[in-house]
């Protein structure tokens, strides 16, 4: 009888989407913290401003120059420092610019001061101290950048030996920072759930006219089709994008078999889904994969598709609340992207409906799956 519970226990906690190696926080804050509702473009570049502003002075007082800083900060013993120091040198170009992205509206340099370079977006960051009235605001957010530095730090630090979605091997990958400023892209993995959860996520979007992508894993595919036959699973992903997540939601960088995974997984969703038949694209579980599979995606006409906005929907610790919060904020700061979320869990479900008031307010552009697959049609 323990025995049982503990391994139901263990089924729901851990299997599919518990990250192989994850981090021991996430990162959100209570967006109600914030001056104003987010309703107009306006004021999504005004939220952008202080959002990228709160980071860039989590990442100036942290710094990460040697192995022993970075040691420290992560907990890993032998992290990789060039890696670190490649994404920090990355993301220092990435806030310079959505920082003069978000100032475009301005009309004074008194209520947007320029800032061309690090050094100067830096002073600038600083610039605020902890006493005004946006107190409570402010430091929530520098809390929340304390932690997501954290999280990308360590991603970085574990990179290339574990890799993930923090950085590309190859330019041929795609993780959403390709996209022009307020293009975001949807997606949902894991699926197709066991329950009726997908059915009711593609049904909402579908109402919505919202195309995603569904990262679904073979053998889910293999066990609907049995239960459902094809034209149900046809139904269940009309006028979203049906993709491979692998046949197992293992780690296909050391996976022996993962030229079968990939190929039994594209057999299925070919048949399902045959008008993508030969735009063969993939999300690998974790973001784990190698050079070699990024080849043969390629030869398959297809892509590996990584993310830049992790919802961690599925995480237990994070309430549906929550996470659209953190989701919010990372759109704020990132102001472009693909954001991943999965389609077996009801949290993102709920949220929708406010992500999308929150898009169309802020006159953000969601791209459709196609026009990603097929963007010289656009
Ligand atoms: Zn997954």
Same mark, same amino acid.
């Given at each position: 009888?323990?025995?049982?519970?503990?391994?139901?226990?263990?089924?729901?906690?851990?299997?599919?989407?518990?990250?192989?190696?994850?981090?021991?926080?996430?990162?959100?804050?209570?967006?109600?913290?914030? &001056?104003?509702?987010?309703?107009?473009?306006?004021?999504?570049?005004?939220?952008?401003?202080?959002?990228?502003?709160?980071?860039?002075?989590?990442?100036? &007082?942290?710094?990460?120059?040697?192995?022993?800083?970075?040691?420290?900060?992560?907990?890993?013993?032998?992290?990789?420092?060039?890696?670190?120091?490649?994404?920090?040198?990355?993301?220092?170009?990435?806030?310079?610019?959505?920082?003069?992205?978000?100032?475009?509206?301005?009309?004074?340099?008194?209520?947007?001061?320029?800032? @061309?370079?690090?050094?100067?977006?830096?002073?600038?960051?600083?610039?605020?101290?902890?006493?005004?009235?946006?107190?409570?605001?402010?430091?929530?957010?520098?809390?929340?950048?304390?932690?997501?530095?954290?999280? /990308?730090?360590?991603?970085?630090?574990?990179?290339?030996?574990?890799?993930?979605?923090?950085?590309?091997?190859?330019?041929?990958? /795609?993780?959403?920072?390709?996209?022009?400023?307020?293009?975001?892209?949807?997606?949902?993995?894991?699926?197709?759930?066991?329950?009726?959860?997908?059915?009711?996520?593609?049904?909402?979007?579908?109402?919505?006219?919202?195309?995603?992508?569904?990262?679904?894993?073979?053998?889910?595919?293999?066990?609907?089709?049995?239960?459902?036959?094809?034209?149900?699973?046809?139904?269940?992903?009309?006028?979203?994008?049906?993709?491979?997540?692998?046949?197992?939601?293992?780690?296909?960088?050391?996976?022996?078999?993962?030229?079968?995974?990939?190929?039994?997984?594209?057999?299925?969703?070919? /048949?399902?889904?045959?008008?993508?038949?030969?735009?063969?694209?993939?999300?690998?579980?974790?973001? /784990?994969?190698?050079?070699?599979?990024?080849?043969?995606?390629?030869?398959?006409?297809?892509?590996?598709?990584?993310?830049?906005?992790? &919802?961690?929907?599925?995480?237990?610790?994070?309430?549906?609340?929550?996470?659209?919060?953190?989701?919010?904020?990372?759109?704020?700061?990132?102001?472009? @992207?693909?954001?991943?979320?999965?389609?077996?869990?009801?949290?993102?479900?709920?949220?929708?409906?406010?992500?999308?008031?929150?898009?169309?307010?802020?006159?953000?552009?969601?791209?459709?799956?196609?026009?990603?697959?097929?963007?010289?049609?656009?």
């Amino acid at each position: 009888m323990v025995k049982t519970w503990i391994a139901s226990v263990l089924l729901v906690a851990l299997p599919a989407i518990s990250l192989a190696s994850g981090p021991t926080k996430i990162a959100s804050y209570d967006r109600t913290l914030w &001056s104003e509702p987010i309703d107009s473009p306006k004021r999504f570049d005004r939220a952008s401003r202080q959002e990228i502003l709160a980071f860039v002075r989590v990442i100036d &007082s942290n710094p990460l120059t040697d192995e022993a800083s970075i040691q420290a900060f992560t907990g890993i013993k032998v992290p990789n420092t060039d890696g670190v120091e490649r994404w920090l040198s990355e993301t220092r170009l990435r806030l310079v610019d959505n920082y003069a992205a978000a100032s475009l509206p301005c009309v004074t340099t008194e209520e947007c001061p320029s800032a @061309g370079d690090w050094q100067t977006l830096a002073l600038l960051a600083n610039k605020v101290s902890i006493v005004s009235a946006e107190d409570r605001w402010r430091s929530a957010a520098l809390g929340f950048y304390s932690t997501y530095l954290y999280e /990308q730090v360590r991603l970085a630090a574990l990179f290339p030996g574990v890799t993930s979605e923090i950085a590309k091997l190859d330019e041929r990958e /795609q993780n959403g920072f390709e996209l022009a400023d307020r293009q975001f892209v949807l997606t949902f993995d894991d699926g197709p759930s066991r329950n009726s959860e997908s059915d009711k996520l593609a049904e909402l979007l579908r109402a919505n006219g919202q195309e995603a992508f569904f990262f679904a894993l073979g053998e889910r595919l293999s066990d609907r089709l049995k239960t459902q036959g094809l034209k149900a699973l046809g139904d269940l992903y009309r006028g979203q994008c049906l993709a491979s997540h692998g046949y197992s939601h293992v780690p296909h960088q050391k996976l022996a078999g993962w030229e079968k995974s990939l190929a039994d997984t594209r057999q299925l969703t070919g /048949q399902i889904q045959p008008e993508l038949a030969g735009k063969n694209w993939f999300r690998p579980p974790y973001g /784990q994969r190698t050079r070699e599979q990024v080849a043969y995606i390629d030869e398959q006409g297809g892509r590996v598709l990584l993310w830049n906005i992790d &919802s961690q929907d599925w995480n237990a610790r994070l309430s549906a609340e929550a996470m659209r919060d953190r989701v919010i904020t990372l759109m704020l700061l990132w102001r472009r @992207g693909v954001l991943l979320f999965h389609d077996i869990h009801p949290k993102v479900r709920a949220v929708l409906p406010q992500l999308n008031v929150f898009m169309q307010q802020s006159d953000l552009t969601p791209l459709s799956c196609l026009q990603l697959i097929n963007p010289t049609d656009n």
